[in-house]
């Protein structure tokens, strides 16, 4: 355990299931409902819940002790931070907490882009009706 776990969505089944960075950073899982294989792109998008890029577990040999290092950023927000220490399973659990705080804060973001957004199409497709409606009433009007 200690090893950092995503949950994947199966393009194929829509299948969701729990897989560790360690394999999806192989490029590819196989969904365990459908035996689809999934293209994994860590360096994309995985979707919005997954916009956290982890760049490689980096090992730092010191004279007398090892530290270990990753890298993480998240392009959407502008973020980017290097965890490092002595032992790795806590780099790991930091740089987990870390994605999905980020990614946490990404999902409400686009989330609140998404309403404006169709809050703005509904007013346009009212506007639109509007005058439809209007010309309507005018042809009915001048026949
Ligand atoms: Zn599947």
Same mark, same amino acid.
């Given at each position: 355990?200690? /090893?950092?776990?995503?949950? &994947?969505?199966? *393009?194929?089944?829509?299948?969701?299931?729990?897989?560790?960075?360690?394999?999806?950073?192989?490029?590819?899982? &196989?969904?365990?409902s459908?035996?689809?294989?999934?293209?994994?792109? !860590? %360096?994309?998008?995985?979707? #919005?819940?997954?916009?956290? #890029?982890?760049?490689?577990?980096?090992?730092?040999?010191?004279?007398? /002790? &090892?530290?270990? /290092?990753?890298? !993480?950023?998240?392009?959407?927000?502008?973020?980017?931070?290097?965890?490092?220490? *002595?032992?790795?399973?806590?780099?790991k659990?930091?740089?987990?907490? =870390?994605?999905?705080?980020?990614?946490?804060?990404?999902?409400? #973001? /686009?989330?609140?882009?998404?309403?404006? #957004?169709t809050?703005?199409?509904? %007013? =346009?497709?009212?506007?639109?009706?509007?005058?439809?409606?209007?010309?309507?009433?005018?042809?009915?009007?001048?026949?």
């Amino acid at each position: 355990m200690g /090893s950092i776990a995503f949950t &994947v969505a199966c *393009p194929g089944c829509g299948h969701e299931f729990r897989e560790a960075l360690e394999k999806l950073q192989n490029g590819a899982v &196989v969904c365990p409902s459908c035996r689809e294989e999934i293209e994994v792109h !860590l %360096r994309d998008e995985l979707g #919005r819940d997954m916009t956290t #890029r982890f760049g490689p577990v980096r090992t730092i040999q010191g004279a007398r /002790s &090892v530290r270990y /290092s990753i890298e !993480l950023s998240h392009p959407q927000l502008h973020k980017h931070r290097l965890i490092q220490g *002595p032992d790795l399973e806590t780099i790991k659990a930091k740089a987990a907490h =870390q994605a999905a705080e980020w990614d946490e804060v990404w999902e409400k #973001r /686009s989330n609140i882009l998404q309403k404006l #957004r169709t809050d703005e199409e509904k %007013r =346009q497709e009212a506007a639109q009706r509007t005058q439809e409606a209007q010309a309507a009433l005018q042809s009915v009007g001048r026949s």
